[in-house]
């Protein structure tokens, strides 16, 4: 009985972790998040931003991208994606 009141806390315990808008932004916010970190034998410089103007189909929209060192020091960034037509979610 313990055992599955402890299986329930960490369950409830895991999901409050990821924050709802994270959780069901679904594919494009992974890019984005993807497209502002870097691998792992990368340290990151900076994380530059662009906003996409407001549309008739939707609201402004900021994008992200990484700058990161490699092994060797040379600096290198990630491209920024275009401007979505409508709301990404």
């Not at 996409?52 to 700058?67: L, N, W, Y």
Request: glycine content about 6%; overall charge positive; aromatic content about 4%.
């Amino acid at each position: 009985m313990n055992r599955n009141i402890g299986m329930i806390f960490t369950l409830l315990h895991a999901t409050t972790l990821v924050p709802p808008p994270l959780a069901a932004a679904g594919k494009w916010a992974r890019r984005q998040a993807k497209l502002a970190s870097c691998a792992r034998n990368r340290t990151l410089a900076r994380i530059d931003t662009k906003v996409c103007p407001a549309t008739k189909r939707r609201p402004s929209i900021t994008m992200r991208r990484a700058c990161c060192y490699n092994p060797n020091g040379r600096l290198g960034c990630k491209p920024f994606g275009p401007c979505p037509p409508r709301s990404p979610s």
